[in-house]
T-cell receptor, first 116, second 114 residues
Framework: GNSVTQMEGPVTLSEEAFLTINCTYTATGYPSLFWYVQYPGEGLQLLLK?????DKGSNKGFEATYRKETTSFHLEKGSVQVSDSAVYFCALSDRGNNQAGTALIFGKGTTLSVSS | NAGVTQTPKFQVLKTGQSMTLQCAQDMNHNSMYWYRQDPGMGLRLIYY???????DKGEVPNGYNVSRLNKREFSLRLESAAPSQTSVYFC?????????????FGNGTRLTVT
């Protein structure tokens, strides 16, 4: 079945360090890929997405590129801030835009802690 | 701009008690979902409703029931709570279940079953 695997956390960085959180997936067909972020005490919110191979999603300085050949969607940021401390979830959807069906499949989440 | 509202925020139950978690969205979304979040497990789908009048099981439906009361509201019921149901429960909604419809989450209900 479809699944998402994320690197284990926690990830602890100093402010302005470079961030990479690895995400790989297993899916039939051509899934869309997402990164969601969860700040303390809140629900998840969409950070970025990519819907086809070689697409790059970006938002708030974060980027991720859909790599079909390596089935990966790694999250990167060039210079993290204390305010980026949160839990990051990689997710996939194997449904087309107008298809009903199951909801997103999430990875287990990676906790990022940034210190000043 | 409320988005997705969940009640209650916290709840403690004894084993065998029942309760209903409420969820409402004001974004005119068609699809709604219930997830549970457990340490080291990420989010797992309990039930979802692709549109008003339909509900379907997700990955972990046992011990739960749902009702899509109308387009806005989607409730989750625990008929006989068990300690294994101690978790944080999130409701979410989206315009559709398609890939280009991002999920909007509520802030969660933290449930403890003793």
């Amino acid at each position: 079945g479809n699944s998402v695997t994320q690197m284990e956390g926690p990830v602890t960085l100093s402010e302005e360090a470079f961030l990479t959180i690895n995400c790989t997936y297993t899916a039939t067909g051509y899934p869309s890929l997402f990164w969601y972020v969860q700040y303390p005490g809140e629900g998840l919110q969409l950070l970025l997405k990519a819907t086809k191979a070689d697409d790059k999603g970006s938002n708030k300085g974060f980027e991720a590129t859909y790599r079909k050949e390596t089935t990966s969607f790694h999250l990167e940021k060039g210079s993290v801030q204390v305010s980026d401390s949160a839990v990051y979830f990689c997710a996939l959807s194997d449904r087309g835009n107008n298809q009903a069906g199951t909801a997103l499949i999430f990875g287990k989440g990676t906790t990022l802690s940034v210190s000043s | 701009n409320a988005g997705v509202t969940q009640t209650p925020k916290f709840q403690v139950l004894k084993t065998g008690q029942s309760m209903t978690l409420q969820c409402a969205q004001d974004m005119n979304h068609n699809s709604m979902y219930w997830y549970r979040q457990d340490p080291g497990m990420g989010l797992r789908l309990i039930y979802y409703s692709a549109s008003e009048g339909t509900t379907d099981k997700g990955e972990v439906p046992n011990g739960y029931n749902v009702s899509r009361l109308n387009k806005r509201e989607f409730s989750l019921r625990l008929e006989s709570a068990a300690p294994s149901q101690t978790s944080v429960y999130f409701c979410a909604s989206s315009l559709s279940t398609g890939a280009n419809s991002p999920l909007h989450f509520g802030n969660g209900t933290r449930l403890t079953v003793t």
